[in-house]
Each structure stands twice: as C-alpha cells, then as structure tokens.
C-alpha cells in the first residue's frame, strides 16, 4: 500500500516539510498550478506542480505551501544530473532552502545553483 | 487504425530524429535563402512581409539590433507568439487530430517520447534555454565585453550612444528550431516513413521547416524581422561541454563556455580547466553546481590542503577539517569545517560548515541536518530525497 501520508522531501536545495498550520500572520502572496520554489541561475528550476490551484504563503521571508491536491515536485532539466521527481501528498508545507556557510562572508547563506 | 509499427518504421526512429538534430545545428541555406524564406513565412500566416530581414552573426547581435532600433525611433514590436499560433492552429492541429485517429496511442507515444521528446531535451533544455537565459541575465555585461572592449575604438559614437549608455534591455524572441520544430519533426516521421498519406497539411508542414529550419533565433516584427546566425556547439552527453575551447561560439566572437552543461565566465572557467585551483579558489565560487564542477577538475585541492576526515556516515556524508594551513590565516578561522557528500544525482558537493556549530558536534549527519534545516531526526527519517 502505498504511503500518502505528508513527509519531509529534499529534492536538491529544496526542503519541504509538511507543518500542522500556517504561522498566524501569513499573509497569501498567489495562488497558482505551478510554483518555481527554487529559483536556479542556470534556469534548472525546482518546480512544484499541480493539476488544481494551490495556495503559497509569505511570511518574514519564509515561503509556506498549502496543497490540496497531490503535486509534482520536479527539476526542470533533463540528461544528466537532474533530481528525480517526488509525489507531494496534500498538506501545509514550510519550504527551506538548504544553507552553506561562507567562511569569506562569515555567515550562512542559501545555497544556489 | 494502425495498430503496429513494421520493423523499418521502427528502425527508422533514431536514426530519424539524429539526423534532424545533426540538421537543426547546421546551417545549408545561403543567407539570401534564409531571408527569402523569412518572407515566405510571414505570407503563410498572412501577414505582409517585412521591407527587411536582417542576419546578424549570434544571438547577442539580434539584441543589440533591436535596442539599436528601439533607441532610434523605430516601432517595433514582436509578434513571434502570432505567428507561432498560427502555424499551430493551420498545421499541427490538423496533423495532429488526423495522427490521432489513425495511429494507435502506444506507437504515438513511442515515436513522441523518441522524437519529440529527445529532441526537445537536445535543442531546447540543453541548448537554446542555457544560451537564451545567459543572455538574457547576462545582457548588460556582455556590452563591455563584446561591443566596448572589442570594437570601442570604431564604434560609432551614435551606437555608443544609444546602446551604451542607455544600456540593453532583452527583448524576447522565437527560438524556432527549439520551441517549435521539434513538435514539426515529430508529425514530419508519420508522412516521411509511411503511416500517414501526403496531403496539403504535409505540404505546409514541409514548407514550414525548410522556412525556419536556418533561423535559429528571430525577432520577428512587422516591418523587419531579425536573424541569429547558428553557433558552433560542443557537446558531450547531449550537454554543452569543452574545456578545450568555447561550447558555444557565435561567428561574431560572442562565446560562453560550459562544463558539463554548467555555464562559467571565461576567467573562472580557465581557472578550473587549469587543474590548479586551491581550495579557497573553490570555496570562493558562489554558485554550488559551479563550485561542484570546480571540485571534479581539481580534486587534489581538498588534499593539498591537508584536510582531515573528522566523521563520515551511512547516507555519504563527510564532515572534514583544515586547520593550523594558510588558508586558516586566510580567513582568519582556526578551524575550518565543511561537509563533503554524494547527491543522489551521483554529483559530489562540498559546502561549508558554521565553526561553532561543528566544534559543538562534529557529526556529519548533524551537520548535514543543520544545514537542511532540520532536526538531526528528521533528517535520519527522511525517505523522500533526491
């Protein structure tokens, strides 16, 4: 059988991990069926789409997605070294975007690709 | 309904789509064919041809031409997407609605994940996209280095002026081979390889590839459409690739250079391809797919720097450290920590470590977590990862 219940997904620098709520202030900036959820300079984006409109939410410069129906989190890149695909299962989601700290500029930073 | 491809229509796949792909990145017609033939297209969708059809020698060039016009007054405005529809709705709609009913859904879907499919990946996501997306982000600096440091000393000052000084703005533009032709070379395998009879459709949708097939990149406007000329590629895995020379080079010294499809500078892409990089060169590169590239060429950096192994764990993470080394001094850092790991796409990252987290625990699942975001449990229990 397989497991629809939410999980925490890593796909590249992207995390996703479902929450119970949206944080009280959120404040909803779109509502859409595809969601670049990490930009990339070379235009390999981390896309999350769905097949009906979903829900994205700022708040002090975290980003949180609420799903409802099952999405597709995908590399938009082929051939060589692209990030396979999840199944994102409905739910609230927290999006973080792994860091790496730099020891020239002495602090952490979101890793880019 | 044809129900099975015969062993020659199967056969006939690869070798079908390689030799569009060959096609798409040469160029056969002379540069009064490839106007001639803009002209035409512009008469198939029904619009007035343009008094004038321009061929400049690269992508860059047809932006420069188009800012230059802007900046001089002229009216222009782009009507790719017009032209674009058009042609769909006049030929790859009716192609397809007759592909529908007479092929068989599995073979369709063969022969468009083959053709289709592949050649989209090749022409589009490896290429054309890498190309126009560095233009696009890379517009303005591309000024100094083609048009200032190359030619400042005869530019005419109008030129200057008006390109300069009020810097490029990027204008969209059609990517035909890449946005459109692979949907036309797929329908084209049905009537070429006998599943489908000719018709006038079939006719059109020949006209229309030998149309644009030289275009590489058009700005397509009413009174003027202007031309790229095709790049020289260099390719390895159907990803741009040299670190002997440009991937990608127009005839009008406009290049970019790529390391397994990653875009560098040509500063740091000498850099890297001269396997003498330091560690600290390494770190210093922002972008991690660059930094990953970096690390491929010149391994022996982690080495040299006499880093030591700390603690490794089950899921290929590595946390090392350097410390009493110059580049300690450096960066003024006693210790320095970073996290060496295999990606599930088989690509080897390193990434730094913040000090005091790792001297607190020097765990490379920990550190690992930390730098996700999560708890060292969430991290342990995580299955969805790639």
Request: aromatic share 12%; proline share 3%; hydrophobic share 35%.
């Amino acid at each position: 059988m397989k497991n629809t219940k939410p999980q925490i997904v890593r796909h590249g620098e992207v995390i996703l991990k479902p929450i119970t709520s949206l944080p009280e202030n959120a404040t909803l900036k779109e509502t859409t069926k595809k969601y670049i959820v990490a930009h990339s300079e070379t235009g390999h984006h981390h896309v999350l789409e769905s097949k009906d409109t979903y829900e994205i939410y700022t708040v002090e410069g975290d980003t949180y997605i609420k799903l409802g129906t099952l999405g597709n989190l995908f590399h938009e890149k082929t051939g060589a070294d692209v990030h396979t695909p999840h199944v994102i299962q409905p739910s609230i989601y927290k999006v973080t975007i792994k860091q790496s700290y730099d020891y020239f500029l002495k602090k952490l930073q979101n890793v880019r690709d | 309904m044809i129900t099975q491809l015969t062993k020659k229509q199967k056969d006939a796949i690869i070798p079908y789509r390689e030799y569009w792909i060959d096609r798409i990145f040469r160029t056969e017609q002379t540069d009064d064919e490839i106007k001639k033939n803009i002209k035409k297209l512009y008469t198939m969708v029904g619009l007035e041809q343009p008094k004038e059809v321009w061929i400049m020698d690269s992508m860059f060039g047809v932006q420069v031409a188009i800012n230059f016009l802007k900046n001089n007054g002229l009216e222009l405005s782009n009507i790719c997407s017009n032209i674009d529809s058009n042609i769909c709705s006049n030929i790859y709609n009716n192609i397809d609605s007759n592909i529908c009913s007479n092929i068989y859904n599995n073979i369709r879907s063969n022969i468009y994940n083959n053709i289709y499919n592949n050649i989209y990946n090749n022409i589009y996501n490896n290429i054309c996209s890498n190309i126009d997306s560095n233009i696009d982000s890379n517009i303005y600096n591309n000024i100094y280095n083609n048009i200032c440091s190359n030619i400042d000393s005869n530019i005419d000052s109008n030129i200057y002026n008006n390109i300069y000084n009020n810097k490029l703005k990027y204008f969209g533009f059609s990517l035909n081979e890449a946005t459109w032709l692979h949907w036309y070379i797929y329908q084209k395998y049905y009537f070429d390889n006998g599943l489908l009879l000719e018709d006038k459709y079939s006719q059109q949708l020949n006209a229309y590839i030998e149309m644009c097939i030289d275009a590489w990149a058009v700005y397509y406007s009413p009174n003027i459409a202007i031309v790229s000329r095709k790049p020289v590629l260099k390719r390895e895995n159907d990803r741009l690739h040299s670190d002997q020379v440009p991937a990608v080079s127009f005839k009008d010294g406009y290049e970019l250079y790529y390391l397994d499809g990653v875009h560098f500078e040509k500063e740091l892409w000498e850099k890297v391809v001269s396997e003498k990089m330091s560690f600290k060169e390494i770190m210093a590169i922002d972008i991690s797919d660059r930094r990953t590239v970096a690390l491929k060429y010149n391994h022996q950096a982690i080495l040299n720097e006499g880093a030591i192994l700390i603690h490794k764990d089950d899921r290929k993470n590595e946390l090392y450290l350097i410390k009493n080394k110059e580049i300690n001094k450096e960066l003024e850092e006693n210790k320095i920590w970073f996290l060496k790991m295999t990606c599930p796409t088989g690509r080897i990252f390193i990434e730094g470590v913040p000090p005091e987290e790792a001297e607190k625990n020097p765990n490379a699942t920990a550190m690992q977590a930390l730098l996700c975001g999560l708890t060292i449990e969430d991290y342990i229990n995580m299955k969805m990862e790639s």
